[in-house]
């Protein structure tokens, strides 16, 4: 395309299989005060 | 839902509902103003843009959209995989006491309110083995030793480090530990300890040598700088590439933060994490709504001086910049949040459970103890319930995959109420989304 430059195809709103709760919290982080979500991980190694 | 913003130079525009990133066009970035109005977006852009290059972009809008990636279709979640969350992190307050005399603590000196105490280790052994029992099949469990200062009791984390290693054998669970320390008792033989056994270890100092010392004091009130930072820089040296921050605090007294960001990095730590500080406006050095501005500015800043950093070698991690666009955690944890009160709690050194560690000492929000188990069923209902789908604030926001939901007890501190986001909060959030995206975009443009 040549205005528009594809960054990330992303699948978030593709939920089938997940949620298993096998995900970094808050509380590994270096977060204490301004907790964000996105910049965790997801460490379903199986996925 | 589709957010668009401009910065550093670049256009960038989200789709919100499949976390799809793309660099636009000038002409793009204006075309959207109309979309899906052609005519009228012709009409008004035409003596600026070639009229080809108009219709070439709308189609281009037109197929993305088409193939189910841009104005992509709202996230639907499966009703029972939100409710009755095992637990899988715990905060684990093994000292209410502490060594220092921060002037922004929330902790008031380590005591949260209450009596200056140490964790003992039956407590200590009775958290671990609540958090086995409450994990389900969650494999993977952590604990972060927390305070006051955890390492005033140091030789109970040894022995909950240990007696936790004795219980990963027999139930298969993986134990992590997290170390949050203000450095000032480190020595070689803890830092050795730390390194070996913690998976994290979180160094608190604020930045410039100035800034720290104005808000992190001694017990006899001197600026601390000159007793933590060879400490830290020893334990940072010695955890090499494992995971470690030096984790900072700002407040409006350094309204221009990203100086401190970058002495850090100058000093060659690694990674860094500074947060804005969360205080009522009683207090002089609270952020208010006047300092945002400057604050969004400063956060702009910050990432274009973080990518001439990278661009030159002299590569740092700033947390909050952190941002995994092809993976990170999926849509239930994006809408459940932080998981405050349901993946998470905290637990005090007298025993008592706390949604997390924002929340220790306010006796509403005590959930149980260790002897007796989740006896207020209902708070911790109360924050299974309050996830994105249920505050008002976050359903049309465009930062809501990537933030959340924000902090409860923020919005608890702020409106009284954990299911109202705090507002100053969110705005900066949003210009840290934008500006750790715009990394990205950068860095694919090299």
Redesign the interface.
Known sequence: ?????????????K?EG??C???????????????????????NTEQ | MIHKYELNGYYILLDINSGSVFEIDKATYELLDYYPDKTKACENLKGKYDLADLDEAWIEIENLKNQGILFSEDIALEEDLMRDHDIKAMCLHVSHDCNMRCGYCFASEGSFEGEKVLMDIETGKEAIDFLIKNSGKRKHLEIDFFGGEPLMNFEVVKSLVEYARERELETEKVFRFTMTTNGLLLNEDIIEYLDENMANVVLSIDGRKETNDNMRKTINNEGTYKYIIDKIKRMSEKRGSKDHYIRGTFTKNNLDFSKDVLDLANQGFPSISVEPVVATPDNDYALTGEDILDLEKEYENLAVEYLNYNKQGDKFNFFHFNIDLHGGPCAYKRVSGCGAGTDYVAVTPTGEIYPCHQFVGKEDFILGDLEKGILNQNLRKDFEKVNLTDKKACRDCWAKYYCGGGCFANAYNFNNDISVPYDIGCKLEKKRIECAIMIQVAKQNR
């Open positions: 395309m040549k205005h528009i430059k594809v960054i990330n195809l992303g699948e978030l709103n939920v997940k949620g709760g096998e995900c970094q919290t808050s509380c590994q982080s270096a977060c204490k005060t301004s907790c964000t979500v996105g910049n965790q991980k997801c460490e």
